[in-house]
T-cell receptor, first 118, second 111 residues
Framework: GAVVSQHPSRVICKSGTSVKIECRSLDFQATTMFWYRQFPKQSLMLMATSNEGSKATYEQGVEKDKFLINHASLTLSTLTVTSAHPEDSSFYIC??????????????FGPGTRLTVL | GQQLNQSPQSMFIQEGEDVSMNCTSSSIFNTWLWYKQEPGEGPVLLIALYKAGELTSNGRLTAQFGITRKDSFLNISASIPSDVGIYFCAGQRSNTDKLIFGTGTRLQVFP
């Protein structure tokens, strides 16, 4: 089956620093990847849609200058949390769509990255 | 952002019992998906539904796409301890990639 990996799985950083999270599709090419944020005991909230070779589309209320997304290849998307603050501490999960680009193609989720900002 | 309402919020059941949970929306979706998430992990797809009224099974799991297209149901038969986790529904509208997730149902199974 399709596998999506994330790195790192956990990261602790100081307030004001930047953190980069990688999302890779290991055995398929993903023209579209998605980034979600999940706070404790809450559901997944879509942050942005990442398309290979073009700018990401951000959901309302998500600061694009704070959450930088780069989708430079068909198997890799990165999310950089710039100038992180404690309120950015969360579980960040990516997903990648496997298929020919139809909206009904299955999305496979990564294992998530736990970010803690001190 | 929008979320779908799931009920119940949590369930505590004994091993062997059947489980039912549902997901409702104020608007129509063209695809309904059910995921399971275990602590510290990403969600795993259980069942996908693409047509109103569709009933689909995956082992002990059965899900239905409501005929109004505003709801979906998930049933788990003969629960076992490894069924423990949080179950999320997700809806998807036509011509869009976006998934809108439900609020989740936390399932605990006691031996």
């Amino acid at each position: 089956g399709a596998v999506v990996s994330q790195h790192p799985s956990r990261v602790i950083c100081k307030s004001g620093t930047s953190v980069k999270i990688e999302c890779r599709s290991l055995d398929f090419q993903a023209t579209t990847m998605f980034w979600y944020r999940q706070f404790p005991k809450q559901s997944l909230m879509l942050m942005a849609t990442s398309n290979e070779g073009s700018k990401a589309t951000y959901e309302q209320g998500v600061e694009k200058d704070k959450f930088l997304i780069n989708h430079a290849s068909l198997t890799l998307s990165t999310l950089t949390v710039t100038s992180a603050h404690p309120e950015d501490s969360s579980f960040y999960i990516c997903s990648a769509r496997d298929g020919r680009g139809y909206s009904t193609d299955t999305q496979y989720f990564g294992p998530g990255t736990r970010l803690t900002v001190l | 952002g929008q979320q779908l309402n799931q009920s119940p919020q949590s369930m505590f059941i004994q091993e062997g019992e059947d489980v039912s949970m549902n997901c409702t929306s104020s608007s129509i979706f063209n695809t309904w998906l059910w995921y399971k998430q275990e602590p510290g992990e990403g969600p795993v797809l259980l069942i996908a539904l693409y047509k109103a009224g569709e009933l689909t099974s995956n082992g002990r799991l059965t899900a239905q796409f409501g005929i109004t297209r505003k709801d979906s149901f998930l049933n788990i038969s003969a629960s076992i301890p490894s069924d423990v986790g949080i179950y999320f529904c997700a809806g998807q509208r036509s011509n869009t990639d976006k998934l809108i997730f439900g609020t989740g149902t936390r399932l605990q199974v006691f031996p």
